[in-house]
């Protein structure tokens, strides 16, 4: 298990970071890696809520299970079960002038050549920054809101 971890602050108050976090339209703008919701058990992210995600990486078309464990004041917390595990955490606090965004994407590999490869190629993403940039832009638009 690899874990990768960014943090930056925002302008915006906590409320609208998270309002942007748990908009499943948005999170095809911000997500580290590029996703689309095909499914979804709530209008929004919330604690509870489930989701069908899919997307490719690698050249590979793959999907992946997504259940939200948290979605409050404090943050975002959801697992995401596809060739890859992946334990999510986006964590909020209120800062001077705005918030503080913190994120951890912990990457579990799955038994199979395929998924073991799909971890890698994840971890390659997370690795090279896309975590700090997936930040940059849920901020950036938290901000403008």
């Known amino acids: ?15 609208a970071v998270l309002d942007v976090l748990t908009d499943p339209h948005a999170v095809a703008r911000w997500a580290p890696v590029d996703f689309f919701v095909d499914e979804l058990t709530h209008p929004r992210l919330a604690s509870g809520s489930r989701a069908r995600v899919s997307g490719r990486l690698a050249g590979q078309e793959i999907g992946f299970e997504v259940q939200v464990t948290r979605a409050d004041a404090a943050g975002l917390s959801l697992s995401a079960h596809g060739p890859v595990a992946l ?43 896309a975590l700090q940039q997936a930040l940059g832009r849920i901020v950036a638009e938290a901000a403008a809101a």
């Open 87 to 129: 334990d999510v955490a986006y964590e909020l606090r209120e800062a001077d002038a705005g918030s503080e965004l913190s994120a951890s994407i912990a990457v579990l590999p799955r038994r199979g050549l395929r998924a073991r490869l799909m971890a890698e190629a994840t971890a390659a993403v997370l690795a090279g920054g």
């Open 1 to 15: 298990m690899r874990t990768y971890t960014a943090t930056t602050t925002s302008t915006a108050r906590p409320e």
